[in-house]
């Protein structure tokens, strides 16, 4: 148990629909991270938060967008959802914000998305 | 094209081998993570590698960097079914982005 947690674990939903995932981080870290992985694409770095600010940005869609609220847990957002959103969301955490071989992330364990 | 190049990209295996997996680039890097991730799970981190030329080991497992800092391998010896999983490179970029390789997936037959 990493000590980050995802809910829901699972997510069936239609396309053009809009869904909330939630994260929360391990107790003590500051930073959350979003991810995407799908079969075609692997791991993609969609976006990353820092006591609440933005701090890095990847691969994110426009229509897709997060927070990170004052109690450190974090939302991601997918609107007009698209079949090709199908994919695991990962939310990682870690102490700090710096990019760096001594930044550990911890990984929650997933949500998976279905558009059908 | 990928930054992080991993090969093969799939094994299987009889219990009790050795094997070897290797990240590849043409760039030159800080630092490179392993992990290993398992169905229905994130990914854990397994060791990360700094200096040209490191070796680092976990038990079974024996992590190199490249002399150039381009490249990584990881060595399994004795394979266990326990260690199944996705294993996966990653790398930070400048803008704060942990880049990561598809992936070897591993199966270890009993």
């Known amino acids: 148990d990493s000590g980050v947690t995802q809910t829901p674990k699972h997510l069936i939903t239609a396309t053009g629909q809009r869904v909330t995932l939630r994260c929360s981080p391990r107790s003590g870290d500051l930073s959350v991270y979003w991810y995407q992985q799908s079969l075609d694409q692997g791991l993609q770095f969609l976006i990353q938060?820092?006591?609440?600010?933005?701090?890095a940005k990847g691969n994110i869609l426009e229509r897709f967008s997060a927070q990170q609220f004052p109690d450190l847990h974090s939302e991601l957002n997918l609107s007009s959802l698209e079949l090709g959103d199908s994919a695991l969301y990962f939310c990682?955490?870690?102490?700090?914000?710096?990019?760096?071989?001594?930044?550990?992330?911890?990984f929650g364990p997933g949500t998976r998305l279905t558009v059908l | 094209t990928q930054l992080l190049e991993q090969s093969p990209q799939f094994l299987s295996i009889q219990e009790g081998e050795n094997l070897t997996v290797y990240c590849n680039s043409s760039s030159v890097f800080s630092s490179l993570q392993w992990y290993r991730q398992e169905p229905g799970e994130g990914p854990v981190l397994l060791v990360t590698v700094v200096t040209g030329g490191e070796v680092k080991k976990l038990k079974r497992l024996t992590f190199q960097f490249g002399d150039a800092r381009k490249d990584s391998s990881l060595h399994i010896t004795a394979a266990q079914p326990g260690d199944t999983g996705l294993y996966l490179c990653?790398?930070?970029?400048?803008?704060?982005?942990?880049?990561w390789g598809a992936g070897t997936k591993l199966i270890i037959k009993p």
């Open positions: 990653a790398v930070w970029d400048s803008n704060y982005q942990l880049i």
């Open positions: 990682a955490s870690s102490v700090a914000s710096l990019a760096g071989g001594s930044n550990e992330q911890f």
């Open positions: 938060y820092y006591n609440g600010e933005e701090r």
